[in-house]
């Protein structure tokens, strides 16, 4: 919180001191609603920013990880539909966007459609943490543990993934216990590959 109040102080310093686009203006207003413990509201000004310029990825990733904190899984959706009907063409920026909604989905208990919408925004960003993790939770919730073992395979696309690589080694180390590797897991845990 100390660091986030420094960055909001930071953030207005610069805004006084130049002219600042309304987009800008709005990032500092939601960083402040977030410290006023009004995260909903922030989340709200991040869709207005999204609403003005519909490509603003990072505007769209901190509606999708405000809205998960807080468990409105319904705006998750919503935000990433919106957003998706912006990128018509096949690029990386989309892939990420895809993973996210693809969590939404399944989320929300549409398992076939997040499957598939993971599947494609990891084939757009191998890299892509949250599709990757969205069709592990389909494997997951289906009772496909050779898939889900399958899918997260080698983990060298997401080991960069920081504390979500840890959840997908804990995914794996589902996969594998449903399938009875214990010996598997005892050596991924030797390994340090936990969550």
């Known amino acids: ?16 001191a130049r002219p600042t686009p309304e987009r800008e203006r709005r990032y500092i207003s939601a960083l402040q609603l977030w410290l006023d413990g009004e995260p909903a509201r922030a989340a709200d000004v991040f869709e207005v920013v999204l609403s003005d310029c519909p490509r603003d990825v990072l505007a769209f990733k901190l509606v999708q990880a405000i809205r998960f904190m807080i468990g409105d899984i319904r705006g998750m959706a919503r935000a990433g539909a919106t957003t998706l009907a912006t990128f018509s063409e096949r690029s990386a920026t989309s892939g990420y966007v895809r993973g996210c909604q693809a969590f939404a989905l399944e989320e929300l208990g549409h398992l076939g459609e997040a499957e598939a919408m993971g599947r494609e925004a990891v084939e757009l960003a191998p890299r892509d943490a949250w ?22 395979g080698q983990s060298q696309e997401w080991e960069h993934c920081s504390n979500f690589g840890f959840h997908l080694h804990w995914h794996m180390a589902l996969f594998q216990l ?18």
Request: aromatic share 4%.
């Open 178 to 195: 449903e399938l009875g590797e214990i010996d598997a897991v005892a050596r991924r845990r030797q390994r340090g590959e936990h969550g």
């Open 1 to 16: 919180v100390g660091q986030a109040r420094l960055c909001l102080d930071t953030a207005r310093t610069a805004a006084a």
């Open 131 to 152: 599709g990757r993790h969205a069709v592990a939770d389909c494997f997951e919730m289906t009772g496909r543990a050779s898939d889900g073992v399958a899918w997260l």
